[in-house]
């Protein structure tokens, strides 16, 4: 190579490193541009009590993406822009798909969408940016690599190391030019650093599809996890005496959510361990680890007994002898797994 090629081949290098550094942004860049795009949502149950928090950001003028399990089961959505203290109310939900965990949300106003990209962008290595609001904290940021793609036929999500925890669900993942990539939807508990995002692309398909798509998918991908351990009997007692109205809560020990609880309540006499009743329950509400669900339950046979704890009370002019000691016997639980299609994964709540 002649000495005149060199330099020209140095100069084209200059150049191309240049023009590198002017199309990637830092980090900062990348907030201030999109701190007008990006929201804090809350939904609230049907007696306006907060059923959860999380993120989410314009695609177009009148349109919010979050992960459907920010809004499941809502009777109320409101947003709160990162950069602004208003509250607006959503409108509607426009279309959703459980299997992928990304909701459509319609609002009023002239709002600035943030640039997304329609294609997969997945070069591992390349470094990331995640912004949401975890813990309630608005306008968080954190940065990291792509890690990994993961496919499941229609299922397309980044494995990411950028840190992002509960409040996070439905916030823009950005690439370097500041486009965004994927939206951040779970983290892998009891690990380092091992988070997902739904590709971006993903989010015009669900547009197309209309107002509920659930992509095939294969029966591979759902591996159902069950258990019977970790579920505890907490304050069972007599509620209506005479009645026999019976109250009791179960509560989750495990370190998963669960659902779909089967149990059996089996009651017997303290003295003699004779069974003097069982009952058996099927719970499908979720029970996120460490709370508990109460209950209440007439159980006319138990009207003649109290429960070991309670104080002897009169029954047709009669003071009862008897002493009830409760066993809890569960027979099966499910655990819940990512809407996704990955079953090691729980999703941010």
């Known amino acids: 190579m002649t000495k005149t090629r060199l330099t020209c081949f140095l100069v084209l290098a200059c150049l191309l490193v240049q023009v590198n550094a002017a199309i990637a942004k830092t980090i900062s860049d990348i907030y201030k541009e999109s701190k007008n795009s990006i929201v804090l949502l809350i939904a609230y149950d049907r007696n306006n009590i907060p059923l959860s928090l999380g993120s989410g950001f314009f695609v177009d003028a009148n349109h919010i993406v979050t992960n459907y399990h ?29 299997n992928l965990d990304l909701a459509l949300l319609e609002v009023s ?11 997969l962008y997945g070069e591992v290595g390349k470094k990331v940016v995640a912004i949401g609001n975890p813990k309630g904290l608005t306008g968080s940021v954190s940065e990291g690599i792509i890690s990994g793609v993961r496919k499941h036929d229609s299922f397309v999500f980044l494995q990411i190391t950028a840190p992002i925890s509960p409040g996070s669900s439905g916030g823009p993942l950005f690439n370097e030019d500041g486009e965004v990539i ?37 029966n591979s991908v759902f ?32 370190s998963n959510t669960v659902k779909n ?33 109460r209950n209440t339950e007439w159980m006319d046979a138990l009207d003649h007994y109290q429960v070991r704890g309670e104080s002897i009370y009169p029954h047709s002019e009669r003071s009862l002898y008897g002493y009830v000691l409760v066993e809890l016997r569960v027979l099966s639980y499910d655990i819940v797994e ?11 709540r």
């Not at 258990?227 to 026999?244: A, C, M, Q, Y």
Request: no cysteine; charged share 25%.
């Open 70 to 98: 920010v809004i499941d089961g809502a009777s109320r959505i409101v947003y709160q822009i990162i950069d602004s203290k208003n509250t607006n109310e959503v409108k509607s939900i426009t279309g959703f798909s459980k």
């Open 109 to 119: 106003g002239n709002n600035k969408p943030l640039r997304i990209s329609k294609v």
């Open 182 to 218: 994927g939206v951040t939807t779970m983290t892998l508990r009891d690990s380092q650093n091992i988070n997902f995002a739904v590709a971006s692309h993903l989010i015009f398909e669900l547009e197309k599809k209309g107002k509920n798509w659930e992509p095939t998918v294969p």
């Open 223 to 254: 591996k159902p996890k069950k258990g019977s351990t970790g579920i505890d009997l907490i304050e069972p007692r007599v509620t209506n005496i005479p009645g026999g109205q019976f109250a009791w809560s179960i509560s989750n020990k495990t």
């Open 261 to 293: 609880i089967a149990y059996i309540l089996v009651f017997r006499n303290a003295r003699s361990g004779e069974v003097l009743h069982y009952q058996a329950f099927k719970d499908p509400r979720e029970l996120p680890p460490g709370l508990s669900i």
């Open 338 to 348: 990512s809407k996704i299609g990955v079953d090691v994964l729980d999703l941010i």
